[in-house]
């Protein structure tokens, strides 16, 4: 036997051509298991030294690649803990890192994908997240019983989540979806798999067309009212009912609608490169990505699509402009910085608002960013270089709370922009509705209400 090593996964190997165990998402023993027991492998061809001649991929051209990704995608995101919206950061343009991790979960590779696959990875892995606990509620009505649902293999259910939220959200040919998830099913997990996916989505299928998906009940006592809206918009329960008693239930209503609308996104000209709004209206021009100047601030402009254009074009990589909500721009508006001033920025990585504020010194003056944590710091520098501001910028690693009796610091204006819930931008974070805990944001509030500014 010899172990050999292959980028993010190791193989055991005797000499010639073998069947080789992919470990799955190293580190996860049991998410390996859990995969492994349910897919094929991919086959290595090796020398008879044992050194790897070639590695011949089971190309499977029949799936459609965004359908096996965003499985992909969902099992890393519920079993592996990895964040949707770093795996769509980092999917933009490396197809090909995606299929390696096609490969070593489900057994093949399928065509590369393109940039209209990556859209609509992205698109579905969000929409499928977002949705879950409506659309297991949907599939849970549309099994014998709940036993059914309960005893599928991870990725069966993954995959039938994808279909019922292509047909029911996204709209999509009902009979094409059933088809290619039928595919899906037989191709990575077995034929009877694929049999399942064809009753249960056909059922929907028939179901939507006539107009008369499963119900959600919202009646009953106030628990039982705020379990159906939890169901019908996909929110925690625990979360409905907080707001039901602090807004009333429409308001509670319109806020889980607006987390479950498709979010907007805004950028910042680099104005600390010397760009302006108008530069960045021309390079978006040149892209043909749709935009609109912001309502409330100068060199902000409004997206709803076309990000990835900006990205593969390296707006963002260039420092030419930042990602930055209108909301986070208002609250410098409001610092106002002005050339020559001291500001200290109380936790501040990973450094929108810091940078946002350099550039409005011009090169003059002073911002301190203070944060505890190192690694986030550590961003910001490297942003603020990309961006032209860090001159101006001085980053202290300190918890905010001993660094206000510790240190005495000149200041003309400090932003403490402590943490918090984060409930505000849930419609962006698609992964963290069902995630939310009460206790560790109720926590989140106590620590930030123990945080001093400095001096006072
Ligand atoms: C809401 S984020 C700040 C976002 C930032 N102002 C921006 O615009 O990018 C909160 C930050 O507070 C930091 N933080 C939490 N507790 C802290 C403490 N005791 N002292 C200093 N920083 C702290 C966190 O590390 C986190 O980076």
Request: some cysteine; charged content about 25%; glycine content about 8%.
């Amino acid at each position: 036997m010899e172990l050999w090593n292959f980028p993010a996964c190791s193989f055991f190997s005797d000499h010639h051509t073998h069947t080789i165990m992919p470990s799955l998402l190293s580190g996860k023993p049991s998410l390996a298991k859990m995969f492994t027991e349910t897919t094929i492998c991919p086959i290595y061809t090796l020398t008879d030294s044992g050194s790897p001649l070639r590695k011949t991929h089971k190309l499977n051209l029949e799936v459609s690649p965004h359908r096996a990704v965003s499985a992909v995608r969902l099992m890393r995101i519920e079993f592996g803990g990895a964040f949707a919206d770093l795996l769509n950061e980092q999917g933009k343009g490396s197809g090909d890192n995606e299929m390696g991790y096609v490969e070593r979960t489900l057994g093949f590779r399928t065509r590369d994908l393109d940039d209209r696959d990556l859209r609509l990875v992205t698109e579905v892995v969000g929409g499928t997240i977002r949705w879950r606990r409506y659309l297991d509620h949907l599939i849970l009505s549309l099994c014998h019983d709940e036993r059914t649902f309960r005893s599928m293999e991870p990725l069966l259910v993954q995959i039938l989540r994808i279909g019922f939220y292509e047909i029911t959200k996204l709209d999509m040919p009902p009979y094409a979806v059933v088809d290619e998830s039928v595919r899906l099913a037989k191709v990575a997990l077995r034929p009877g798999a694929g049999n399942l996916v064809n009753g249960i989505l056909r059922k929907l299928a028939v179901l939507k067309e006539s107009d008369s998906l499963p119900a959600v009940e919202v009646d009953g006592d106030d628990r039982q009212q705020a379990r159906g809206l939890a169901t019908l918009y996909s929110h925690p329960v625990w979360m409905v009912r907080r707001w039901t008693k602090y807004f009333g239930q429409d308001t509670a209503i319109k806020l889980m609608a607006w987390n479950n609308s498709y979010p907007s996104f805004s950028l910042r000209a680099n104005t600390g490169k010397g760009l302006t709004g108008a530069d960045l209206v021309s390079r978006l021009k040149m892209l043909k990505v749709p935009h609109e100047p912001s309502l409330y601030l100068d060199d902000f402009v409004r997206l709803k699509t076309g990000m990835q254009n900006v990205i593969q074009a390296g707006l963002l990589k260039e420092g030419f402009c930042a990602v930055q909500d209108e909301s986070a721009g208002l609250v410098v508006s409001i610092v106002d910085p002005q050339p020559g001033e001291n500001i200290i920025d109380c936790c501040a990585a990973p450094g929108g608002k810091t940078l946002f504020m350099a550039s409005r010194l011009n090169g003059q003056g002073k911002l301190f960013a203070v944060d505890i944590n190192e690694g986030r710091l550590r961003i910001l520098r490297e942003t603020a270089k990309l961006h032209q501001v860090i001159d101006v910028i001085s980053t202290v690693h300190s918890d905010l709370r001993t660094f206000s009796t510790d240190k005495v610091v000149e200041w003309d204006k400090v932003l403490l922009d402590a943490p918090c819930s984060g409930l505000g931008v849930l419609s962006k974070i698609c992964v963290g509705i069902g995630n939310w805990k009460t206790w560790s944001n109720l926590n989140i509030y106590r620590m930030s209400f123990s945080i001093q500014l400095p001096g006072w």
